[in-house]
Each structure stands twice: as C-alpha cells, then as structure tokens.
C-alpha cells in the first residue's frame, strides 16, 4: 500500500510530496507497535519490503517513506532545498503517523545511513515523542578527511546544490552479489548528493554525538566492522558515552555498510527482533489492519 503527504513546511512548494509506503498488521493480528522506516543515501523505502515483512511478523505494523531527493518523494535526486528539510520531513510524517494510529501503540523509528542520522539528529532535538529508536550503520562520522570536510563547508556556503557523487559502488555495500546487482540495476537508486546534503551528513552526526551522555530514548544501534561508506568509529563512540541502560549496541565486525541486505543478514535480523520483543509486548488492542 502506498501513499503520499504533503508536508506543511515553511517555504516549500505546494506540489512537493513525500511517498508513502504502508505495510498494515493483518485484521486480528496481535500488535506490538508501529515502525516508522528511514531508508538510506540514495536509496528508497522499497528496499525495506523484506524487512517490514518480518516486522509484521514480530506483530509491528510498519510505515516508510522516501527522502526528499530520492525515490519516488519530490525533488532532484540527492538535493536538498534548507538544511533541516529532511528533520522536518520527518516530523511532518510523525504527525500524521500519529495521527493515523491507536495513542496507545509505542512509535519506533527505523533508521539506516542517512535515515538513520535523520532519525537520531530528531530525536536529540526533542522535537517529537518517541518511544524507540534502531540505527543501522548511521553516519556519526561521515568518514571524511579535514580537507574533505573543509570542502564541502566551501561549497555550501557558496554553491549548495553542487552535486558530488556518492562513491561507493554497490559491491562495497554488501557482501551479496545478487543484492549489490539489484541495487545497481535500480532505476530509483541513484549515487549523487548536493554540497548541502553533503554538509548535512557532516554535520549532524557531531552534534548527535554531543547528546549522547544525555540521551534518554531506548535505542539499539546496529553497525558495520568493514562499513566503506560511513565510520563505525562514530558509532563506537555514542555506544561508549550514551548510558548503557539506554542504548544497546551491536557491531557486526566481517559485515559491510547494508546490514539488512548482507549475506549474513539473519544475525542482524535476530539481534533487532530479539531487541524489539524484550521492550514492546503485544497489546490487547483491536487492529482493523491499515492506518485510519
């Protein structure tokens, strides 16, 4: 099931969307809770279908969508037109996700790469309640040298929507052939990012990274030994300064930067169920299936 919304956010244009997926609980279904999914750089939600099956499975109705730049969501690919559209983005989506949903469900953000830094730098600006929190290899250090750095500051500052190429080809995502050949056979996938959305990666895992000792929402962070996109450095450090009694961290040494879409993907499969059951019982509720 998909759909769209249109963000209420100030300045952007009337016509700009944001695709939709839903993956509702069957009629009767015990449920647990609802995931919201994030996907990653220059990817798309639909990627995720395997992963929102087995959610459903585990008695969590799930919803996703496309970043602006990506996918099927308005814009051009990899651009982004303020530095904060993609958290506004997802608070719009948080709304009417909550909107849609029983109050009495807890809300738990999904969030791999990209999607995931969103999801983390949201929640470390308190800007909405919610209730639990998964990274997947999140970019708390974007893996760029000083001049890199340097450089994209430059080009924000001056020119943000120069386009910069991503980098990493598919092989180096995952150690699964026939993955990383559907990845780049993807008509929706795409290897670009402006100076501004290069900036935003940048940026923001710094400053997530400042909250870590405060943070306060139950999280589990999932990373990649050999990740060739990201720095698992970043995510080290926010397992070692945020309370332990808060975050779980599990990092997987041999695996490469797409830990869903890895050969040896059931262990990752299993450490999130395992997480996700120990926090979130099943609920006496009545589901009719998809959101209101």
Known sequence: ???????????SALDDTLALHDWPLSIGWPIRGQVLMLHGLGEHIGHYTDLADSLNQWG???????HYGHGESSGQRGELPQDDRLIQDLAAVIDDTRARMDDRLPLILFGHCLGGLVAARLVSQKLRRIDGLVLSSPPLRAGLGFAQRALVRSLNAIVPQWPLGIGVPPEMLTHDVTMAQAFRLDALQ???????????????GPAVLARAPRWKVPTLLLYAGQDKLVDPAGSRQFAQTAPPE?????????????????LQRQPVYDMLQQWLWSRYPAMALEWSGAPA
Request: glycine share 6%; hydrophobic share 45%; aromatic share 12%.
């Open 190 to 204: 795409h290897d670009r990012m402006s100076a501004r959305l290069a900036h935003f990666l940048v940026s923001a």
């Open 1 to 11: 099931m998909s759909s769209d919304v249109t963000p209420t956010l100030p300045g």
């Open 246 to 262: 808060v975050v779980t961290s599990h990092g997987f040494p041999m695996h490469f930067h797409a830990l869903f879409h890895e």
């Open 60 to 66: 969590f109705a799930v919803r996703g969508y496309d």
